[in-house]
């Protein structure tokens, strides 16, 4: 077995996972690197899920019977979850969504409902990157087509990072909100926060991060990262589908209107107007995802309890390991950084002249799953010139050998393709 310094206990962890003790196609090893897509989850967060269902399931903050207590407490105690793992100044701070895609959506609209000094209108910018998500595109799309509003964008060097040249070009007097992904769920490159939110800061931008590909991997700190917003979602960090996390500065968001209207937001209601309860219930119309973010406060548990300084070691030597192995495949050309510095754990890559599709075919053949596609960044394979392409990529229990069954399986790609 391949001995690589930094590495968790993924023997025993991977014990917290059922579904890594699957087998496929007649009998083949489930090799998962498909991380970035979404995660597995631990036994201790099904469990969760389960003792909520079986013994706590009710709806939230309206009942005043045992059960509806019960669930409340569960919920709102997933929040005080939340906060202290972003570091969060306040609980309220933390809205839950749906998913990061809802919650950057939901600044989206908020900027496009605001009164001045936050309101996006025609006169005003909106500045994102080349590299993002389409999360992170579209609704900035939207919103500029709704407004007139210009949409602004920073471009791609060849290496795969953002190019600053021209940043004062880019984020001028006239920006509003600045957007955009703090690692790249297709590059993994690790994006330049500070310089960035400088300038914002300078111009008086707002700025909203897209920490999906992040928070499931190192620490993060809200306070530090001093931005404005930060979006993330739950099923990427052990946490079930169906919930994420947009937090925002207590002021703004005392400040901004709500998106969504419906019960629970509301503090009074007449047939003639309403008015709307404090953040964060401003922003949590309707019956939230009570399960679901009882699921991700178990996974928060969880990975507290291993240690986020410790999860982000981990992935980074595997990075290392995997780089330097999938140097060695012929013909393979990894798109974005080339090193393991300053890039996350999901590697995207071409291979010779044989399309992605294939290659994620061959390989789940192999029992071993990665995604293949535009994986919701067109504009980058746009810029780079490529149809798609695969990426592997890694999590808390991934290991060495997994990334030497994807190198075989590699090269059985390249020998069926001949």
């Given amino acids: 077995m391949t001995q690589l310094p930094g590495l968790l206990d993924t023997e025993a962890i991977r014990k917290d996972f059922p579904v890594l003790d699957r087998q496929v196609h007649d009998g083949k090893k489930l090799v998962y690197l498909d991380n970035a897509a979404t995660s597995q989850k631990p036994r201790q967060v099904l469990d969760a899920l389960n003792e909520y ?6 709806n939230v903050h309206r009942g005043v019977h045992v059960l509806a207590e019960e669930a409340t407490a569960l919920y709102e105690g997933a929040r005080d979850k939340v906060a202290t793992f972003i570091n969060a100044p306040s609980r309220d701070e933390v809205i839950f969504t749906k998913n990061a895609s809802e919650s950057l959506n939901l600044v989206a609209n908020m900027l496009g409902w605001a ?4 309101r996006v209108d025609h006169e005003t910018e909106i500045v994102i990157t080349e590299m993002e998500h389409h999360s992170n595109i579209v609704p900035w799309q939207l919103l500029s087509q709704r407004t007139g509003a210009k949409l602004k964008w920073f ?4 290496d795969g990072r953002l190019d600053l040249s021209n940043i004062d070009e880019i984020i001028t007097e006239k920006t509003k909100i600045v957007s955009f992904v703090l690692v790249s769920n297709i590059l993994g490159t690790f ?12 111009v008086g931008a707002l700025v909203c991060i897209d920490a999906s590909q992040a928070a499931p991997h190192m620490p993060l700190d ?6 404005d917003f930060v979006a993330f979602t739950g099923h990427k960090m052990c946490a079930p589908t169906g919930v994420g996390i947009l937090w925002g500065r207590q002021e703004l968001l005392e400040d901004l209107p709500p998106f969504l209207g419906g019960g629970e937001m509301i503090e009074t209601v007449s047939m003639h107007s309403s008015t709307y309860a404090p953040a964060p219930h401003k922003f949590e119309a309707g019956t939230p995802p009570i399960a679901q973010a009882v699921g ?3 996974a928060i548990d969880y990975l507290t309890s291993i240690g986020m300084e410790k999860v982000a070691a981990h992935e980074h030597a595997l990075t290392e390991y995997a780089v330097k192995r999938l140097s060695e495949v012929p013909d393979l050309r990894i798109i974005g950084p080339t090193t393991a510095e300053e890039r996350g754990a999901a590697i995207s890559f071409t291979l010779g002249d044989i ?3 294939d290659v994620g075919q061959v390989l789940d053949e192999q029992g071993i799953a990665v995604r293949v596609g535009h994986h919701c960044a067109r504009p980058v394979c746009l810029r780079y010139g490529i149809p798609a392409t695969t990426r592997a990529s890694f999590y808390l229990y991934s290991t060495p050998g997994e ?13 069926f393709f001949g």
Avoid: F, M, S, W
Avoid at 115 to 118: F, H, L, R, S, V
Avoid at 155 to 158: A, M, R, S
Avoid at 191 to 202: C, G, S
């Fill in 53 to 58: 269902y079986e013994r706590h399931n009710a």
């Fill in 115 to 118: 009164d001045e000094p936050y």
């Fill in 155 to 158: 471009g791609l060097t060849d």
């Fill in 191 to 202: 994006n330049p926060v500070e310089a960035i939110i400088r300038r914002a800061q300078e």
């Fill in 222 to 227: 809200v306070q530090a990262l001093q931005a």
């Fill in 296 to 298: 991700l406060g178990a």
């Fill in 355 to 357: 399309h992605p599709h």
């Fill in 403 to 415: 990334i030497d069954a994807l190198v075989e399986g590699l090269d059985y790609v390249r020998n």
